[in-house]
């Protein structure tokens, strides 16, 4: 078994709350979410390189892995599990310090509410995305 960071946490939260509904979507819903401040937060993902589709984050990816194969995420709908369920709501609480961060990705949501999948279209539109060549990192941290 692994151990959960906040981060596995943050993720567990979007898939919820947000309904994120794959793997890619969660990719550059965060990318999104780190890039709509030029301040770095410590729960952020910022390990993102750009693909023909989009960003992927090896860091986000073996998080997913790690749910998966813990059997608190099911691919086939993309979603919490009832053992992830009950795991995120013994954890919430420790997303507490990271509510700034919760409020970028809450604001990325309300822009997109409407149609979570354009954020996958709208990414391409944003200039960190634009400005960096296939297979390179998006953020200099």
């Known amino acids: 078994m692994f151990s959960f960071t906040a981060q596995h946490i943050l993720v567990m939260r979007l898939i919820i709350q947000f309904e994120i509904t794959s793997?890619?979507?969660?990719?550059?819903?965060?990318?999104?979410?780190?890039?709509?401040?030029?301040?770095?937060?410590?729960?952020?993902?910022?390990?993102?390189?750009?693909?023909?589709?989009?960003?992927?984050?090896?860091?986000?990816?073996?998080?997913?892995?790690?749910l998966a194969v813990g059997r608190l995420?099911?691919?086939e709908p993309f979603a919490l599990s009832a053992?992830?369920?009950?795991?995120?709501?013994?954890?919430?609480?420790?997303?507490?310090?990271?509510e700034d961060y919760m409020q970028r990705c809450f604001t990325i949501y309300m822009r997109y509410k409407d149609d979570l999948a354009s954020v996958n279209s709208a990414i391409k539109d944003h200039i960190r995305f634009r400005k960096a060549k296939q297979g390179k990192k998006l953020f200099s941290l």
């Open 83 to 98: 053992k992830g369920m009950d795991t995120y709501c013994a954890l919430a609480s420790a997303l507490k310090p990271f």
């Open 73 to 75: 995420l099911t691919r």
């Open 23 to 66: 793997p890619a979507l969660m990719h550059n819903f965060l990318f999104l979410s780190s890039a709509d401040s030029l301040d770095p937060h410590e729960i952020g993902f910022y390990d993102f390189i750009r693909t023909r589709n989009g960003a992927f984050s090896p860091t986000l990816q073996s998080i997913l892995e790690e």
